[in-house]
């Protein structure tokens, strides 16, 4: 019997002390610095990329929404975007600058081009630019101030994600949610609830830009 005691005695403590590594683990992951944790790791992730696509969408009422902009980004210097005028919808703007040559788009669709230098994008380095700001600029500020709330599983068009409130002060609602990538942390979609704006995501580290058609005779 003494034997048998003695036996088990180490197996309960071997077993004490998994349930304590799971426990911490688990607190590790889903506790509440792991918000922190996570979009701390998607900022640097982002600040890290080379490439990416977005789109930005505003709602045009309680059921509409609308693509205002377009930009792809290839670090560097590279990039290609295309924009709707806010006052008439159905004109657009385009520029880009791909390869040395800078394209301008014109009202008639045509493009123009000319070469140019131009410096590196304000992007790369940082990572995307939303809602005037670069994306993660206050991270730092609600890590001491407020809160970041695991949301849900989501699925874009782009891929799966999981779904994180930023909240600047405890209390307060959230000021953007973002979706993001399990595996690279990366951003797929950002959703601001006070403006309705959303903005989408992909290609991450995997763009390619093309120049686009232009007309010769429309340059100067």
């Not at 009202?107 to 994008?121: H, I, V």
């Not at 695991?150 to 909240?167: K, L, N, Q, S, Y």
């Amino acid at each position: 019997m003494a034997n048998s005691l003695g036996g088990k005695v180490p197996l309960i403590g071997a077993g004490l002390a998994t349930l304590l590594v799971i426990g911490a683990v688990l607190f590790y992951l889903l506790g509440p610095g792991s918000g922190y944790r996570e979009l701390q790791a998607s900022r640097e992730a982002v600040r890290a990329a080379k490439s990416w696509r977005f789109a930005a969408q505003i709602p045009l009422d309680t059921s509409t929404t609308v693509i205002v902009k377009t930009r792809d980004v290839v670090c560097p210097t590279d990039f290609a975007e295309s924009s709707r005028e806010l006052d008439n919808l159905d004109r657009f703007k385009g520029h880009a600058f791909i390869r040395g040559i800078n394209y301008d788009r014109l009202p008639d669709g045509s493009w123009r081009y000319y070469p140019a230098n131009l410096p590196p994008l304000r992007e790369c380095g940082k990572g995307p630019i939303v809602e005037g700001t670069f994306l993660y600029g206050t991270l730092d500020r609600v890590a001491s101030m407020g809160e970041i709330r695991r949301g849900d599983r989501f699925t874009t068009e782009h891929g799966a994600c999981r779904w994180w409130d930023v909240i600047p002060e405890r209390g307060a609602p959230p000021s953007y949610s973002v979706c993001l990538e399990g595996f690279s942390h990366l951003p797929l979609e950002l959703r601001y609830p006070l403006s309705g704006n959303t903005y989408t995501f992909w290609d991450w580290n995997a763009t390619t830009l093309t120049p686009p058609n232009y007309n010769p005779q429309s340059n100067p």
